[in-house]
């Protein structure tokens, strides 16, 4: 199917088994698995979080989920199938989430990858690294520290206007 054919939307309680099977095996591989359906429930949940799902027909091929504190976000997971994979799903992922934050009035946003993780590295690289993390990863990987400033902290927001499609 084209990207175009997948639908972005917010993530029903019922898209968090799929979901704790992709943070399984796409995220947290090799680290013991820590986001299961229960967990990721409460943060569909969550009134300070935001939970995204990408939907080829029914059938969950991608999430992201981030979290809202009074001036930053913190992107805690992303991940898409790997039959989805470079198609612009993640990245169409991330400018949903990003523009969810400026509507938020929120300045900046934070995100934690392995180092090693390339194809994470690519898609986040709008964003500037700020720093290598070691053990951040149950006290065995180096974290990639990144984070993308929306706006200076203690500012007003700018009028937001809604992205073109395209």
């Known amino acids: ?13 019922g898209d ?5 099977m992709m943070s ?22 969550d009134p300070d979080s ?4 990408a939907r080829d027909g029914a059938r969950p091929v ?6 809202y504190a009074d001036e930053h976000a913190h992107l805690v997971l992303l991940a898409v199938t790997p039959a989805h994979q470079q198609r612009g799903i993640g990245r169409r992922m991330v400018v949903w989430l990003v523009d969810t ?18 194809p994470a590295y690519a898609l986040y690289r709008s964003a500037a690294e700020t720093l290598r993390i070691p053990g951040y990863y149950r006290g065995r990987e180096t974290a990639v520290r ?3 400033l929306l706006r200076a902290p203690d500012m007003v927001s700018p009028k937001w206007e809604p992205p073109l499609r395209g």
């Not at 175009?4 to 917010?10: A, D, H, P, V």
């Not at 935001?50 to 799902?53: F, H, N, T």
């Open 1 to 13: 199917m084209a990207t175009r054919e997948i639908e972005l939307g917010f993530a029903r309680f």
């Open 16 to 20: 968090a088994e799929a979901m704790a």
């Open 24 to 45: 399984r095996d796409l995220i947290e591989a090799g680290l013991g698995w820590s986001y299961r359906a229960a967990r990721l429930g409460r943060l569909i949940t």
């Open 50 to 53: 935001v939970a995204l799902v």
């Open 62 to 67: 991608g999430f992201g989920i981030m979290t």
């Open 101 to 118: 934050a400026l509507v938020a009035g929120i300045a900046s946003v934070h995100v934690e990858l392995r180092a090693d993780n390339r």
């Open 146 to 148: 990144m984070l993308r």
